[in-house]
């Protein structure tokens, strides 16, 4: 019996020893995927839309870590020119290993190539300096849109 106990602890270290412990990237704590236009009704329709045309700017995202993540879901839209026509955000929370289907409503105005950036950040304030830290938790993603 004593034999078996000796083995063990050696294959344990050795185990240990071995397989490395991966940590968690800053920019991997959370995955966006799936980056894509839906409907109202969460249909997912082309990049090319019409002026005055309400659609949903929809992404995955997943934490890929062991603990509990706030989150701000952000996105904001540009011209081709670099113009910033719509900045928006929603707040939640990821649970462990959570994937969330995120969305945010936009219209586009006038006629135009867009491109939609999607970022997810840890933000945190605090109250008595008034500072604000940022913390991205993925590389954003780009969408090109069309109307």
């Known amino acids: ?4 106990g000796v083995i063990f602890g050696i ?21 966006i995927t799936n980056p894509r236009l839906e409907n109202t009704v969460g249909t997912k329709i082309s990049d090319q839309v019409n002026v005055n045309q309400q659609v949903q700017i929809s992404a ?10 706030d989150f701000y879901y952000l996105i904001q839209v540009k011209t081709q020119n670099g113009v910033v026509v719509s900045f928006q955000w929603i707040k939640g929370k990821l649970d462990p290993g959570q994937i969330f289907k995120t969305a945010l409503s936009w219209t586009p105005k006038v006629s135009n190539e867009y491109t939609a950036e999607i970022f997810v950040w840890d933000i ?16 954003h993603v780009i969408l090109k849109i069309t109307s």
């Open 1 to 4: 019996m004593k034999q078996i």
């Open 11 to 31: 294959m344990l270290a050795f185990t240990v020893l071995i397989n490395p412990v991966f940590a968690i990237t800053p920019l991997d704590r959370v995955d």
């Open 60 to 69: 995955d995202i997943k934490n890929n870590q062991g603990k509990s993540q």
């Open 124 to 139: 945190t304030v605090d109250s008595k300096t008034k500072t604000w830290q940022v913390d991205p938790l993925a590389e």
